[in-house]
DNA sequence: TGCCAGGCCCTCTTTAGGGCCTT
């Protein structure tokens, strides 16, 4: 049954994968998301799957995620079966989200599945907040903001983990300027889709 | 066998090209 819960309840996840197209025939090899509610970690999801192929030699070596991890690992199918229970109803982050968007359509596709939260992407967001930095990718941003971290990247939960503090960074960076108490997810949805030039318009509006 | 993504965003733009970001 759809519960409907709050508004500020979202998760931030992130998929390692076998390559970088599920159109080409990539699979998903690990999930990682956590659950935050009013800035704090309320839950976490983590799992490794097999994708039911060897994966190449650059992804063992990019994720630390070998063949022989993930030939004890369960299928593809059942831990995103689990996982589309996770996220049912919540929101939804990622970094560039649009790559996970893709392969969680993808994974969800092949079961049947949906989803019916919406997705925010922290870069899109970090792109417009944090002009300054040298580049956007993840591991940048957390040593720019320096942000809490276990020294532990490309991997599914760690990512998640790291994101999620760089999202209520980003929330914070926006009640700054804006003086806002709070901002909700649809603030920030918008905010990732609006071009930098009309950004200092729309905090003008949102602190009006 | 060898090939291979895709959306965002900037600019020397819009009849286009290329860098960024994800694995």
């Not at 299928?75 to 392969?103: K, T």
Request: neutral net charge.
């Amino acid at each position: 049954m759809y519960t409907k819960h709050p508004a500020d309840t979202v998760i931030v996840l992130d998929f390692e994968t076998t390559g970088l197209s599920p159109n080409m025939g990539d699979r998903a090899i690990e999930i990682g998301a956590v659950k935050i509610q009013n800035g704090i970690v309320i839950d976490q999801f983590q799992q490794l799957m097999n994708p039911g192929f060897r994966v190449s030699s650059f992804i063992e070596g990019y994720t630390g995620i070998t063949n022989k991890m993930l030939d004890s690992a369960p299928s593809c199918h059942a831990v995103m079966d689990e996982f589309a229970d996770f996220i049912q109803g919540y929101n939804l982050i990622a970094h560039n989200a649009s790559f996970d968007q893709r392969f969680l359509d993808a994974e969800l596709g092949m079961l049947g599945r949906q989803y019916n939260g919406s997705f925010v992407c922290s870069m899109l967001l970090a792109r417009r907040l944090y002009q300054d930095v040298p580049n956007h990718k993840l591991g940048t941003l957390v040593s720019e903001l320096d942000i809490a971290n276990n020294g532990t990247f490309h991997r599914a939960l760690a990512d998640a983990e790291m994101t999620a503090r760089l999202w209520l960074r980003l929330i914070d960076e926006v009640k700054t300027q804006t003086n806002l108490q709070t901002v909700s997810f649809d603030v920030m949805r918008k905010l990732s889709k609006t071009s930098k030039a009309s950004i200092p318009a729309l905090f003008k509006k949102l602190a009006a």
